[in-house]
């Protein structure tokens, strides 16, 4: 079965700093990877996806299936940063096209000014 | 474009009851995905709902059961409660096989 491994509940950096949140999969097939964060008072929205390479307000991801890692980046993180962000694996379910994402537990990140 | 609602937003309920979670999709998508996140959890996911069928599944007893509509909207239903079912309940909508699902707030619940 497929998992997503957050290993920091909770991450703090400086504003400035740089950031990186971890994420490690487990999955026998080819993995689609994503990034969810969710701020304050909002809801679950998708920030990146690792087929795209692109870079979102600063961050990107990089999939490493060697490591079988999809880090999250930032090189100098802002306070608006702070939020809760959830790694997500996407599985096809059946045949019928039907696609489920796995999450890992999220990692808090808090930016001290 | 209106996104994804949820109702209602928290409720209580006791052991042994039964309770219906409403989810309105965002508009022009056909497939509904439920999600349950316990506190301190990432969001595990319960089934998927297109065209009025459920087209996949979680590890979730039979006791969940859901319903999609012709206008696409959804409803979760969970019978004879348990106090492990006190959790945050999501709602994603989506086009079949899209990458992105677009998630409403949430309606949490508390199983007393």
């Known amino acids: 079965a497929q998992r997503v491994t957050q290993p920091e509940k909770l991450l703090s950096v400086f504003k400035g700093a740089p950031v990186e949140l971890k994420c490690n999969y487990s999955?026998?097939?080819?993995?689609?990877l994503f990034w969810y964060v969710q701020y304050s008072r909002q809801r679950l929205q998708l920030l990146l996806r690792?087929?795209s390479r692109e870079s979102i307000k600063g961050f990107t991801a990089d999939l490493n299936k060697g490591e079988t890692s999809f880090h999250l980046k930032k090189p100098f993180a802002q306070e608006e940063d702070s939020a809760m962000y959830y790694c997500a694996l996407r599985v096809l379910y059946s045949g019928a096209g039907s696609y489920q994402l796995t999450f890992g537990k999220g990692t808090k990140l808090s930016v001290i000014p | 474009e209106t996104g994804v609602t949820q109702s209602p937003t928290h409720l209580i309920k006791t052991r042994g009851q039964q309770v219906t979670l409403r989810c309105s999709s965002q508009s022009g998508h056909n497939t509904v995905s439920w999600y349950q996140q316990a506190l301190g959890q990432g969001p595990q996911f319960i089934f998927q709902y297109y065209r009025e069928e459920e087209n996949g599944r979680g590890n979730f007893p039979p006791r969940f059961s859901g319903l999609q509509f012709p206008n696409y909207s959804s409803e979760l239903n969970v019978n004879a409660l348990e106090l492990d079912d006190s959790a945050l309940y999501l709602c994603?909508?989506?086009?079949?096989?899209?990458?992105?699902?677009?998630f409403g707030p949430g309606t949490r619940l508390l199983v007393l």
């Open positions: 690792h087929i």
């Open positions: 994603a909508s989506s086009h079949l096989a899209e990458e992105t699902q677009y």
């Open positions: 999955y026998s097939g080819s993995p689609e």
